[in-house]
């Protein structure tokens, strides 16, 4: 059974949301403060993290970043916030999906399952990928940069091994988020800022990329 910390300081919103996450099948815990939540996701890791963002003391963005430093844990935003700035901050703080209150629970629950999915893609390549300096193994769960192990989340990851097995092609975002998301929508802000989270960590120069290209007005390659 897996098991969702929930971070939220809405007496309401914690019960009922926890309630209906138990209906489908999840251990919750909560907790009403960033730091609570922190010090319990480090004394016991939950499988799935959700985070608000209008917390007491110790904000959501901030939880975000240190849950990032402490693991890769799957971590969604449960936020009343939808402006684009918050979702896009949400996102590079390190977060993997933003969801907007109210919350419709199947949805939710589809989201956190196909998170727990992520760790490698279902049909990982034996081969290792090679492009330059950059090699990628998808069996091993393995990215390196000249020759250094690279730390990605598991969604970096999923993302650039997609990229990697249709090398050269043009990916739209549609297509990712189906692919790497498991979505059959979504939103695309998604897409881009993971693509730019992901550029900071294989580009020798993020700003000018060589290596994870925007096609415009169709979305993303990887090239040789």
């Known amino acids: 059974m897996a098991a969702v910390l929930m971070i939220e300081d809405d007496d309401r919103i914690r019960m009922s949301l926890g309630l209906a996450l138990e209906d489908?099948?999840?251990?919750?815990?909560s907790a009403g403060t960033a730091e609570e939540g922190?010090?319990?996701?480090?004394?016991?890791?939950?499988?799935?993290v959700l985070v608000d963002l209008m917390l007491p003391g110790i904000d959501g963005f901030e939880c975000i970043r240190q849950l990032r430093r402490d693991g890769d844990v799957p971590i969604i935003v449960v936020s009343a916030r939808d402006d684009t700035h918050d979702v896009v901050a949400a996102l590079e703080a390190g977060a993997d999906d933003y969801v907007i209150k109210p919350v419709a629970v199947k949805e939710l629950s589809a989201r956190m399952r196909a998170l727990r999915r992520r760790a490698r893609p279902a049909q990982a390549?034996?081969?290792?990928?090679?492009?330059?300096?950059?090699?990628?193994?998808?069996?091993?769960?393995?990215?390196?940069l000249h020759g250094e192990l690279l730390s990605l989340t598991r969604t970096e990851f999923r993302l650039i091994c997609?990229?990697?097995?249709?090398?050269?092609?043009?990916?739209?975002?549609?297509?990712?988020?189906?692919?790497v998301w498991e979505y059959d929508y979504g939103d695309d802000r998604l897409v881009d800022v993971h693509i730019g989270r992901l550029r900071q960590k294989i580009e020798d120069n993020p700003s000018v990329p060589s290596r994870l290209i925007t096609v415009r007005g169709l979305g993303y390659k990887l090239q040789r």
């Open 24 to 29: 489908e099948g999840y251990t919750v815990r």
């Open 38 to 48: 922190l010090a319990a996701q480090r004394a016991d890791p939950a499988d799935t």
């Open 125 to 144: 390549s034996t081969l290792t990928l090679v492009f330059g300096e950059l090699e990628i193994r998808p069996q091993a769960g393995e990215v390196l």
């Open 162 to 179: 997609e990229l990697a097995e249709h090398a050269g092609l043009v990916l739209s975002r549609q297509q990712l988020l189906e692919r």
